[in-house]
């Protein structure tokens, strides 16, 4: 009965969450929320916001908790809310959003001890959830920083954890994560591999970064204005000129209404013509590329590549292609190979040559001109590149607008001022006119060299669009109409092609790439690229083939019993390092304290035969309760009790004598105690 009144008076009045608690979960809510700025809608920013400066109010007692009906009215226009902007698609970002919503509208409701543990776990649990979108260095410090703050949150709300200063906290906390640090890389690096959570194949509304599969003038332009990466390449040999560095994506052989696309027939063509995939990092290779996620399917290679490993395929026309779309950092291999002789059939000559009818008629009409005058496709492709470069085109970044019809006449006939998609669209119009089969290609050319890890970084700004054209007995060969126009963009790269006009990122200013120029910023950029390449590249893709071929490195062999084996040892290693650690203060306290351990064994000889004795007795304490038991004991045992107590009172209670005078009572005392 007492039991049940008991658990009823706990149950209606449960136990408030304390100032120092509610301060430390606020804190760590803020970076647990904002961690997901990218994914979530606006709204739900403001409202976990507000309901922050709420909480903090009824606290300071500024304002009254909500009633139930008011609760539950939030509660309900949220979930409206919610599903409205979700547009109800069950997607990973949407699944966030609505455990961050849920977060915050825990926090409405938090009064009670039992809130504040729930709400702390979500916080730990929504800062974990940052890694699913971004798994750069960056991002995994962030997280594991403030999980430390969230687990001080947690302690706080303990009441049998009464936390002192905010370095003191905090101090505790880091060192215990820094003490879990060797036992969680040795786990993380022996332990079998399976594919991280953020590798599944979860719907995601993420807009993708990089390259379209459509192009129309102005869209490539568009991407230059960013400086994030898009992926990075060591090579094994020699690094390849960087005007020879046209890394090709896309294919576009259908153009209809100004935009070139992939046809049904490319895609097929992707998708059916393909290599076998190969995880093995045994094999040569000539370069290999570490590609950022940008949420779609292709990857980027050289001209006359094969894949060599990795979790992809090239197609016989030597594009890189994956099963999924690419959301986590992805490394695959490459080697050159002697380009292939194409020969096309006259269906695919016609599909390469189609045009709209009756568009472009100034375009055609140059085209009579040229074909007249020009008799092979080869002189045709180098009068106009010729032509280009000898009168008075602009290669810009502010191109003006184009009208929706006729684009090319506009373009080579009127403005001249256009981005690289610009020239390769039209002059792919006026080689199609030509009848010479054209395709436009869609890729990044060129790249930043980081002379402290050996690695090219190609950046979004690095983007381009070229042509591709097939010629008898040559097959498909690359043209460039950029190239005629600003050789610079190809030899140098776009910053100093638009140098002049100051375009070169102008969208962001903010990016350190704008101020590459500066010593000082350069080095920056270098050496935090080189950090998160070596993390990415050593950590992040740290799979079932690396674990396979770094253990087989380590121990010879790469079958499982070693592995096993090898875990065993390590986690016995680990284990008993860190038993040691934490008895290593106890017994070093111990060592220093010989009176007080030497008193304990005299009260462990006495209390094995009078249970009265226990150690919390002082010695004149222990001498009256061996006192009780004189009738049963020699004269010379009490009597040795007797100096032994007086002995231990001297040491601990008078003035402490010279350290000669003390070690010499010791002995004496360490010799009677050894004859009870």
Not at 177 to 186: C, F, G, K, S, T
Not at 201 to 222: E, H, I, Q, R, W
Not at 360 to 373: C, G
Not at 615 to 625: D, E, Y
Request: glycine residues 6%; aromatic residues 12%; charged residues 20%.
């Amino acid at each position: 009965m007492l039991s049940q009144i008991r658990w009823q008076r706990r149950f209606n009045h449960p136990v408030k969450v304390e100032r120092q608690a509610l301060l430390w979960m606020i804190i760590a809510l803020i970076p647990a929320t904002l961690v997901h700025w990218e994914v979530l809608p606006v709204w739900l920013i403001l409202f976990a916001a507000g309901v922050t400066v709420f909480r903090v109010a009824v606290f300071k007692g500024w304002i009254a908790e909500l009633n139930k009906w008011l609760k539950t009215s939030l509660m309900v226009l949220c979930l409206l809310l919610f599903i409205w902007t979700s547009r109800s698609l069950f997607t990973v970002e949407n699944a966030v959003g609505f455990f961050v919503l849920a977060y915050s509208l825990k926090l409405v409701e938090l009064r009670s001890q039992r809130d504040a543990y729930i709400f702390s776990f979500m916080t730990l649990f929504l800062l974990t959830l940052g890694l699913l979108f971004s798994q750069s260095l960056f991002r995994t410090v962030y997280v594991f920083f403030f999980l430390g703050i969230g687990l001080v949150a947690l302690a706080a709300v303990s009441t049998r954890v009464k936390l002192s200063s905010l370095t003191g906290s905090l101090g505790r906390v880091y060192s215990l994560m820094l003490l879990a640090l060797p036992l969680l890389a040795i786990l993380y690096v022996v332990f079998p591999r399976f594919g991280p959570l953020w590798s599944m194949p979860l719907k995601s509304t993420s807009a993708f970064t990089g390259l379209d599969d459509t192009v129309s003038p102005g869209d490539v332009a568009n991407l230059a204005q960013s400086g994030e990466r898009a992926f990075r390449v060591t090579f094994e040999n020699e690094v390849p000129p960087k005007k020879e560095l046209y890394w090709r994506g896309l294919i576009l052989d259908r153009y209809n209404n100004g935009r070139w696309s992939r046809s049904f027939i490319q895609q097929n063509v992707e998708r059916w013509n393909r290599g076998g995939i190969n995880l093995s990092r045994d094999d040569p290779f000539d370069y290999e590329v570490l590609l950022d996620p940008h949420n779609r399917e292709w990857g980027f290679a050289l001209a006359n590549a094969r894949l060599v490993s990795g979790d992809a395929y090239t197609t016989n026309q030597g594009l890189v292609r994956f099963t999924k779309d690419v959301k986590s950092a992805t490394w695959y291999r490459l080697a050159d190979q002697s380009p292939a002789y194409e020969e096309l059939t006259l269906t695919e000559a016609k599909r390469y040559s189609r045009l709209p009818i009756e568009e472009n008629p100034r375009t055609r009409e140059w085209a009579r001109d040229i074909q007249s005058r020009f008799g092979s496709p080869r002189e045709q492709i180098n009068h106009v590149l010729e032509y280009l470069n000898q009168n008075e085109f602009f290669y810009t970044l502010s191109p003006p607008l184009l009208p929706r019809a006729n684009r090319a006449d506009e373009f080579l006939f009127g403005t001249r001022r256009g981005f690289c998609e610009h020239y390769a669209s039209s002059i792919g119009i006026l080689f199609r006119a030509l009848g010479i089969p054209t395709r436009m290609v869609t890729g990044y050319q060129g790249g930043e060299w980081n002379t402290q890890g050996g690695f090219l970084v190609v950046h979004q700004y690095d983007a381009h669009a070229w042509l591709e054209v097939w010629l008898e007995q040559e097959g498909w060969v690359r043209v460039d109409p950029t190239a005629a126009v600003a050789p610079a963009r190809v030899e140098s790269g776009i910053r100093d092609a638009v140098a002049g006009e100051g375009t070169f990122l102008q969208n962001s200013p903010l990016d350190l790439a704008r101020f590459n120029h500066v010593n000082v910023i350069s080095w920056i950029r270098e050496q935090a690229e080189y950090l998160n390449y070596q993390w990415v590249s050593m950590v992040v893709n740290y799979d079932q083939e690396s674990q396979r071929s770094l253990l087989g490195r380590l121990s010879g062999k790469d079958d499982i019993r070693y592995v096993a084996v090898l875990l065993a040892i390590l986690a016995a290693v680990v284990f008993g390092a860190l038993g040691i650690y934490s008895v290593w203060p106890e017994w070093k306290k111990g060592r220093k304290q010989p009176i007080q351990r030497l008193y304990h064994r005299f009260i462990r000889k006495l209390a094995a035969k009078n249970s009265n004795i226990h150690a919390g007795m002082t010695p004149r304490q222990v001498l009256s309760a061996a006192g009780a038991a004189q009738s049963r004991s020699s004269v010379e045992y009490r009597q040795n009790i007797r100096l032994i107590a007086q002995g231990f009172e001297q040491l601990l209670y008078v003035d402490e004598p010279q350290e000669a005078s003390r070690r010499q009572i010791l002995r004496q005392l360490k010799a009677k105690i050894n004859r009870l």
